[in-house]
């Protein structure tokens, strides 16, 4: 109920050995460069944003296992949202309990969740979410299954091919993914707006258990739905695609039209000082996959007939090797 603070990364060591990996560096994740750590300490204390101005600092910001929060750092992570940024969650049971952070005394206390409530002095019966509504709003989803009472299993997952992300993961790994998951907690889906991007393939139990992504305010989500920590160092496909959901390959697509042709030119930037190096290309439109030309070391053309009938939009893909890749959705010319 009241303890002293412990500074460590616990469930979340392997998001840290991540980040400091050949591959992380590789496909442009760079340690004080363009990647910076940050402490519950440092958000509790509004360090996301900007003490002159109050915008965000950051693009990104990605989480490993965060069951305890204090109401500040809450609330941090969703004005961060709000305002354009994305969120990524590797790991179920997040934001589940509110605690209290008295930097004097270098101690947190619970404030409730858990099935708890405590001030300070004694406890008492409370919820196991003290923020189940507001996580559905702005999250997606709360915490749901845990392995050892519910009994369940899960044989990886499935890619959503509709979603550009699943995609993606399908293209380069086929439809079943991140098949060496062992069930420990996970979250269940509770906003119906929730794009699916893979579904895990639970078994034993009938829920919705999923990688999604959910937009907020001008930003958005990505939540890995099970205890991602636990497999980030030793999946492929999980590293992939938390590289891939950064952005750090940037897309630049470029539309000629003549007549009912559209040639369509894409070309990739990536952070200075990584080692990134476009190796193919794609263009889906209207169900139908089209791989584009290598015409220079990092430019590729395709042309598409858009006539008789006329599209929204293409989306485009460029690979870099299995490292990572990036996609751009560009509206079709018309």
């Given amino acids: 109920m009241n303890t ?17 990996s050949n ?43 965060s069951e305890y929060v204090t109401k500040a ?13 994305l969120l990524v969650i590797l790991s179920a049971t997040t934001f589940l309990a509110q605690v209290a952070y008295y930097p004097d005394a270098s101690k947190v206390a619970l404030i409730g969740g858990n099935t708890w409530y405590f001030n300070g002095y004694s406890a008492w019966k409370g919820p196991l979410g003290m923020w189940n509504r507001d996580n559905t709003n702005w ?9 050892a009472s519910e009994k369940y299993s899960i044989s990886g997952a499935i890619a959503n091919t509709s979603n550009p992300y699943g995609w993606e993961l399908y293209s380069l790994f086929g439809s079943r993914l991140f098949t060496d998951y062992t069930p420990h907690e996970e979250n269940l889906v509770t ?13 034993g139990y009938n829920a919705t258990v999923a990688v999604y992504e959910h937009d907020f305010g001008k930003g ?57 190096n476009a190796t193919s290309s794609y263009l889906l439109y209207r169900g139908v996959l089209y791989q584009m030309d290598k ?14 009938t006329k599209g929204s939009s293409f989306n485009i893909f460029i690979f870099a090797s299995n490292i990572m890749s990036g996609f751009s959705t560009l509206p079709v010319s018309i």
Avoid at 191 to 203: F, G, P, V, Y
Avoid at 295 to 305: A, C, H, K, R, S
Wanted: net charge neutral.
């Fill in 139 to 147: 999250v997606g989803s709360n915490y749901g299954l845990f392995y």
């Fill in 73 to 85: 750092e809450y609330l941090a992570f969703e004005r961060f949202v709000a305002t354009g940024g």
């Fill in 191 to 203: 906003n119906s707006s929730d794009k699916i991007i893979a579904l895990w393939n639970l078994k």
């Fill in 4 to 20: 002293t603070i412990q500074m460590g990364w616990g469930h979340s060591t392997s998001l840290y050995l991540f980040l400091k």
């Fill in 23 to 65: 591959l992380a560096a590789k496909g442009g994740l760079l340690l004080g460069k363009n990647a910076f750590i940050l402490t519950d300490i440092d958000v509790d204390r509004g360090k996301l944003f900007s003490p002159t101005n109050g915008s965000r600092l950051f693009d990104a910001a990605v989480i490993g296992f």
């Fill in 220 to 276: 958005r989500v990505i939540h890995f739905g099970v205890f991602g920590t636990d497999i980030l160092m030793n999946d492929n496909e999980m590293q992939f695609f938390l590289l891939s959901v950064l952005g750090l390959l940037q897309v630049n697509a470029r539309i000629i039209r003549d007549g009912c042709t559209e040639s369509v030119f894409a070309w990739p930037s990536v952070p200075p000082g990584s080692k990134v």
């Fill in 295 to 308: 015409v220079g070391p990092q430019l590729f053309e395709t042309n598409i007939d858009i006539c008789p």
